[in-house]
């Protein structure tokens, strides 16, 4: 029995290191494509390290990025050299043995910029591609890197420079084309993803998300389909969302380019799209010839979105028996909660089971397709569950073909929704350039807010899950302290190696879940890890540094607030040879006396209002920041003297401290200083005499 059962796992493996080597061209050593081959499994089959001498795992080298802010980036393995991404899209060539450093890029990204980023201006990776390294910076244009020497062979401007998009995603290239879509919904875009020649930066063509201006003519014929699905006239002065701001997967079988498409802008059907309609192509993975961007298919995974339920995240092929035949099928476990097989051939639903509460719907329907019971939101608050961080992120999931799981970064949260008062009271939103404008009720979310203490009221909780994607149940699950946790890689040692948003690495037996070696980075992770080998032997290397859309919240250090320095590390392990991680002790906290306070409780009461909207994305909610943005309660005596300057007229820009004298006045900027100075006095007590 167990000899069979070994042996049906050595072929399966058997199988997929063959399929993983056609698929790449290059070694099955190394990690050279975003999910490390065109399935995007994040599996490696890689088995030096196992589940036998795991605990034998030390760090080889660690490499410092340079940054206090968010790593979400796959590192890239080809030839030796490891390519990551750190901010803004600054590249770092590094031997992938010694760790040493071959070279840097930076964009050079104007720091102003850094207030178009709903979340962090983060980067999730290159793409290589014979002799290039492709990168996307922040502000929207895309580089062919020499892969040698890290010179720029050409760089493009992807957006057209009149609304805020970024991009944060990693590229990726499909036979003699680079990809790339872009970022921004929650400012108001309108989505689209570009193909350009690899070799020479050419356009050759681009796919619309959402329907544009009705005056004008279609771009593309996929865009009179969508039209017929949007109502009203004004949701394309909206810029109507769907941006294709993560996942891409080809299909080498039937020659697809799929995209994972995101919410609507702004948020609330009832603004966008008055009277309904599915809203195509929001929440929906397309599938597109790769050569022409023509669509084949598509599926819609939320009809109507309104509540920030992106498809955006990452998509794995893989062939499974269902109803007695091998299925080619795509996996997806977008943000609402539901865990979709789909068809690839034919783009129709296999099934939809939901891995995480999910209360915006009481099931899919295996038929249409479609959800049943979805729920909308008017004008009293309304608790939904997945919140709009979804059940599932960015944070890539994985699947080993050896155990047949797929192992999901879960988060089980609700959110709360209201349409905005704007709306309620006029019939329309004001459009904040380049600010969110997402239509809902932040002064009802705010008084929400204000009222919990954001360290412990939350009944949120992340974990991972080895999910049976045939049985639709979890075979295990470790709960983790924090909510937000980082990407998966599975390998044929038969383990599970994840990081923790509390700063530890963990590699978990892949049938069991059993945790079988444990490392404090002490930085809070998000990035996926992946694996390569070298001269005969097996690295694991991830980075490890706070922030993205956890830029606020949610850091362990940052509950004790200000303790962590954040400092972003690549590190890299391998067996034995152990190395002491160069620790530095943590910071001592103490809030500094601030100045008198000098307005009203009205005038406090309002700054509370305006900070949540405007400061606490980024410096938290109620000025206690996660460590990755400063902490606004420590802030000096000179500082606070200069919070006018620094607010109003972008003092510390090029720090990425953007200028908001467009959308705040003198008087609204003085009541957020009081509510700052407040809300520091309230603390100290607790912070400069507690334990
Ligand atoms: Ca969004």
């Not at 060539?93 to 964009?107: H, I, M, T, V």
């Not at 609304?163 to 680079?178: E, L, N």
């Not at 049943?372 to 919140?387: A, R, T």
Request: net charge neutral; aromatic share 12%; glycine share 10%.
């Amino acid at each position: 029995m167990i000899s069979v059962r070994r042996y049906q796992k050595q072929y399966t493996l058997l199988v997929a290191c063959l399929i993983a080597l056609f698929a790449n061209n290059s070694t099955s050593d190394d990690w050279p494509l975003h999910g490390r081959d065109y399935k995007d499994q994040r599996f490696s089959p890689l088995k030096q390290i196992n589940e036998n001498n795991v605990n034998q795992l030390g760090l080889a080298w660690s490499f410092e990025m340079k940054t206090h802010r968010g790593l979400q980036a796959t590192p890239i393995m080809v030839n030796g050299v490891l390519y990551v991404t750190g901010t803004w899209g600054k590249v770092a060539a590094l031997n992938a043995q010694s760790g040493e450093k071959l070279w840097e890029f930076d964009p050079e990204v104007p720091g102003k910029w850094g207030r178009y980023g709903c979340c962090d201006a983060v980067n999730r990776g290159v793409a290589y591609w014979e002799g290039s390294v492709y990168v996307a910076s922040f502000d929207g244009r895309l580089f062919s890197l020499n892969a040698e020497t890290g010179d720029v062979i050409w760089e493009v401007d992807t957006i057209d420079g009149t609304a805020p998009y970024t991009i944060t995603g990693a590229p990726r290239i499909v036979k003699d084309k680079i990809l790339i879509g872009n970022a921004g919904a929650e400012y108001g875009v309108r989505g689209y993803i570009s193909a350009y020649q690899a070799r020479t930066g050419k356009l050759e063509w681009r796919f619309f998300t959402v329907p544009g201006n009705p005056d004008k003519p279609f771009e593309h014929p996929e865009m009179a389909i969508a039209a017929k699905t949007w109502k009203g006239s004004k949701w394309w002065r909206m810029g109507g969302g769907g941006t294709v701001w993560d996942s891409m997967t080809y299909d080498e079988e039937f020659d697809l380019l799929y995209f994972g498409v995101g919410n609507g802008s702004p948020w609330p059907q009832a603004i966008r799209s008055p009277g309904g309609g599915d809203n195509l192509f929001l929440s929906s993975i397309v599938a597109v010839d790769p050569d022409s961007g023509a669509m084949s298919w598509f599926y819609q995974t939320t009809p109507g979105e309104s509540l920030d339920f992106t498809a955006t995240q990452n998509m794995i092929l893989a062939d499974l028996p269902i109803g007695g035949k091998l299925r080619k099928v795509l996996m997806q476990a977008p943000k609402n909660g539901f865990f979709y097989i789909i068809d690839r051939s034919t783009g129709k639903l296999i099934s939809a089971d939901n891995y995480v509460k999910a209360t915006w719907a009481t099931h899919i329907d295996p038929l249409s397709g479609r959800p049943v019971g979805q729920k909308v939101y008017g004008e009293n608050l309304e608790i939904m569950s997945p919140s709009p961080a979804g059940g599932h992120n960015w944070q890539p999931m994985a699947y080993n073909p050896v155990t047949k799981l797929v192992y999901i970064p879960v988060r089980e949260s609700s959110g709360v929704f209201a349409l905005s008062q704007d709306w309620i009271k006029h019939g329309e939103i004001p459009i904040r350039e380049n600010w969110w404008n997402i239509g809902v009720d932040w002064e009802k979310y705010t008084e929400l807010t204000e009222n919990s203490d954001p360290n412990h009221s939350s009944n949120d909780f992340g974990f991972l899950g080895a999910w049976d994607p045939l049985k639709s149940r979890y075979n295990w699950t470790y709960q983790h302290s924090n909510l937000v946790n980082g990407g998966v890689l599975t390998t044929a040692g038969n383990l599970v190696i994840q990081g923790g948003g509390d700063g530890i690495l963990r590699a978990h037996q892949a049938e069991t879940g059993d945790i079988l070696w444990a490392h404090d980075l002490q930085i809070g992770m998000l990035a996926p890890p992946v694996s390569y080998k070298i001269d005969g032997k097996q690295y694991i290397a991830i980075l490890a540094g706070w922030g993205g859309a956890a830029i606020a919240s949610g850091n362990p250090g940052a509950l004790e607030a200000g303790t962590s320095d954040n400092l972003g590390k690549l590190f890299v392990f391998h067996l034995g040879d152990k190395k002491n991680l160069p620790f530095k002790p943590k910071k001592a906290k103490t809030l500094s006396y601030p100045p008198e306070i000098y307005g009203t409780q009205a005038n406090i009461k309002g700054g509370a209002s305006i900070y949540m909207q405007y400061c606490s994305l980024c410096h938290g909610p109620r000025a206690v920041s996660s460590g990755v943005i400063p902490d606004l309660r420590m802030i000096s005596e000179s500082t606070h003297q200069r919070f006018l300057q620094i607010v109003l007229e972008g003092e510390l820009e090029g720090l990425g401290m953007p200028n908001f004298s467009d959308l705040l006045n003198t008087r609204q900027v003085k009541s957020v200083h009081q509510y700052i100075i407040q809300r520091t006095r309230e603390d100290m007590s607790v912070y400069n005499h507690s334990k």
